[in-house]
């Protein structure tokens, strides 16, 4: 076995041990200050609403260093509404969307140690490690708070579908100064970004202007979708200036938003044939981890996945703590592996 992968089975052993050690202690009184957490409240017919919020939470604290990447969700407390299945569902949304560390229900008591060893081993993944998006999706705070026609959760929702790699970003960032631009790439605290999509918008902030009038200079793209912003927030502009907007990156609809990307060679994992049923994650430690969640309540995926990465992959069982050898062929510049994804099931391939 490869000495990458027995000691990730190791370190996951020893996690466990260690969940189970704190699980016997309560929580200190500020803990939950000291801590992003992300709540939820539904397992059913999860909503985009819902998930938008979710990735905005995963996508602050990969990008906030005082986060340390850490983004926790507290699974619900209702032991008579949610099995085990349940529970691991909802915590492998959440996994596939960027939360890495969880809070167990204190009422979940028949499948607390096996749901307890579950996440643990799959916490101890994310150790050290960085989400590896494609694009950076712009958190319009005019949208929400003004109840504006544009939905930027469909824009999530097309990025979701398409298996694109995605952080929600603040507007706030760019007047922060945290943003830079190096050759192709948006650097913001050291994750890498080869485009911005801004979602269909009443209004965007002077800075974020700033940036795309910069980004026209250096051929970053830009993308808007649905239309461009007819002003920006907390000032009156002329006519001039939203001409000069309106000459700046490229403008799209939702449902040509994926493959405006992929034609700029902007895409990660391939699915073939493709389902939009698959949520998937990417993540890098030493080496490459997947994360594929079927979530369709009844259709199983069967097909192959195109993944970036040279070394020798598998797949990781978590429940079980063991790793299962995964059916691929070499492609370029990574791996074109058979996979077969039952329904409500998460597929997780470890490179090493």
Not at 178 to 207: F, H
Not at 313 to 331: F, G, I, K, M
Request: glycine residues 6%.
């Amino acid at each position: 076995m490869d000495k990458h992968i027995q000691e990730l089975l190791d370190g996951a052993a020893v996690a466990t041990e260690c969940a189970h050690a704190a699980s016997q202690q309560e929580l200190p009184e500020d803990w939950f200050e000291d801590h992003y957490i992300a709540y939820a409240d539904s397992l059913a017919g999860a909503c985009s609403l819902q998930d938008y919020r979710i990735r905005l939470v995963s996508g602050d604290a990969h990008i906030d260093l005082l986060k340390d990447g850490c983004a926790v969700y507290a699974l619900p407390e209702d032991k008579e509404r949610f099995r085990y299945s349940d529970l691991k569902f909802a915590a492998d949304r959440m996994l596939v969307r960027g939360i890495n560390r969880f809070i167990l229900p204190a009422a979940c008591e028949n499948s607390q140690a096996a749901l307890t060893d579950y996440l643990q081993r799959m916490s101890y993944l994310f150790e050290g490690g960085k989400s590896v998006p494609q694009a950076a999706l712009l958190h319009c705070e005019d949208v929400l708070q003004s109840g504006y026609a544009g939905d930027p959760q469909v824009t999530a929702g097309a990025l979701n579908e398409s298996q694109i790699g995605y952080d929600i970003i603040s507007s706030d960032l760019f007047a922060e100064h945290r943003v830079d631009m190096i050759y192709d790439r948006l650097i913001i605290n050291g994750n890498r970004y080869q485009a911005l999509i801004v979602p269909d918008s009443a209004r965007i902030t002077a800075p974020v202007l700033g940036f795309v009038l910069a980004a026209e200079e250096t051929d970053f793209p830009v993308i808007f979708t649905g239309q461009r912003p007819s002003g920006i927030l907390g000032m009156d502009v002329s006519d001039a200036a939203l001409m000069l907007l309106a000459d700046t990156g490229t403008l799209t609809e939702c449902s040509g938003l994926a493959a405006e990307l992929v034609s700029r060679g902007i895409r990660d994992v391939r699915l073939t044939p493709v389902c939009p049923d698959i949520v998937s994650f990417h993540y890098r430690r030493e080496n490459h981890l997947y994360l594929f969640l079927n979530e369709s309540a009844d259709q199983t995926y069967k097909g192959q996945i195109y993944m970036p990465g040279y070394q020798e992959a598998a797949v990781y069982d978590a429940e079980a703590n063991t790793v299962l050898p995964l059916s691929y062929q070499r492609a370029e510049k990574g791996i074109l592996a058979d996979v077969r994804i039952r329904p409500r099931e998460l597929l997780t391939v470890v490179f090493g």
